[in-house]
């Protein structure tokens, strides 16, 4: 019932910069949080920022101070601001979207590299 699509992913090399963007679509009403993840290779998934319907945001230790996320309502769009980027950072990077149920998008690849 809810479709995301993220994008803004691609190479960088250390200490740069990206944007990632998260489209939602179909049943949004009643989402009341969405967020981050990642996956490296060989490693579980795991959180990387929250926001919430009232606001709010959370972020995990190993970000804290370079990523930040936003949303435009107007656009239904969730945005990912990385800065400081280091090569522990290369990962897919999945949108969720907390609705009753959880909604994954198809994730997108963020390499940092020399």
């Known amino acids: 019932q809810v479709q995301l699509v993220e994008s803004g992913g691609g190479l960088v090399q250390p200490g740069g910069s990206l944007r990632l963007s998260c489209a939602a679509s179909g049943s949004i009403f009643g989402v009341y949080a969405m967020g981050w993840y990642r996956q490296a290779p060989g490693k579980q998934r795991e959180f990387v920022a929250q926001?919430?319907?009232?606001?709010?945001?959370n972020y995990a230790d190993s970000v804290k101070g370079r990523f930040t996320i936003s949303r435009d309502n107007a656009k239904n769009t969730v945005y990912l601001q990385m800065n400081s980027l280091k090569p522990e950072d290369t990962a897919v990077y999945y949108c969720n979207a907390a609705r009753l149920q959880q909604y994954w998008g198809q994730g997108t690849q963020v390499t940092v590299s020399s």
């Open positions: 926001i919430w319907s009232g606001g709010s945001t």
